[in-house]
């Protein structure tokens, strides 16, 4: 079982590895188990959420608590570095066609995962592509 504390130490130390000036806090009202708010520049993170994560996962993808969380963490952080290169009309997300709402999800999605994989070690790429494979199938759209 991770416990807050333990999350944020790996949180605290992955930002500080990559000179990332992100604030975090945990939320239990958050329905996944991770999610940045580019307002805020703040990543959220529900340790229920994480914990339950990692069990549907647990069968697929065989890595220590500490590595697990950064998994989810790395693809977090691409959120934060695809906001940062690209300035999304957010707009839409309140005021756009459905079409023109999932379209920039879809793009949103797909480049958190791909600037994520940019800050993940060789030695963990294998686990991030599946546990992007299988994230398709457990959690609803972010």
């Known amino acids: 079982m991770l416990y807050i504390w333990d999350i944020e130490k790996i949180i605290e130390n992955t930002l500080q590895q990559h000179n990332l000036e992100i604030n975090y806090e945990f939320n239990n009202h958050l329905t996944v188990p991770m999610s940045y708010n580019v307002s805020t520049n703040t990543i959220k993170f529900n340790y229920l959420q994480i914990n339950g994560y990692k069990d549907k996962l647990n069968f697929k993808i ?34 756009g066609e459905d079409d023109e709402i999932e379209q920039l999800k879809s793009l949103i999605e797909t480049n958190a ?3 994520g994989r940019t800050l993940v070690p060789k030695h963990l790429v294998e686990s991030y592509d ?13």
């Open 62 to 95: 065989k890595e220590t608590d500490e590595n697990f969380v950064k998994l989810i963490l790395y693809r977090v952080l691409g959120y934060y570095l695809d906001f940062k290169k690209n300035k999304h009309d957010t707009r839409i997300l309140m005021y």
């Open 113 to 115: 995962w791909e600037f």
């Open 130 to 142: 599946r546990v992007r494979d299988l994230d398709k199938m457990l959690l609803p759209s972010h």
